[in-house]
């Protein structure tokens, strides 16, 4: 081998050395990213149940406003006319 070829070969050694420390970076990257989207879909799922959980009591709570509204106007006008019978 000439001098010319056996530098181009370790030229080529260094650059492929380089290429697979740089893929084993982009593999600890992807690693770390995956890791890291999971965590954001756990915490992504849990706050949708504990918003679906805060709607349904909402819900609830307005359906028992709506019940003890209409008891409160049926209470009122049971008052006036007791009131009216009284003048």
Known sequence: MRPGEVRKLE????A?????????EDSALVSDLK???EKLRKELSD???KLAASEK???????????VSAE???SDSELRALLG???
């Open 16 to 24: 492929l050395r380089e290429a697979v420390s740089r893929s084993s």
């Open 72 to 74: 409160l106007e049926q």
């Open 35 to 37: 890791d890291k989207n």
């Open 57 to 67: 009591k909402a819900k609830s709570l307005a359906s028992e406003l709506k019940k």
């Open 85 to 87: 019978e009284d003048e």
């Open 11 to 14: 030229k080529e050694v260094v």
């Open 47 to 49: 706050s949708n149940k």
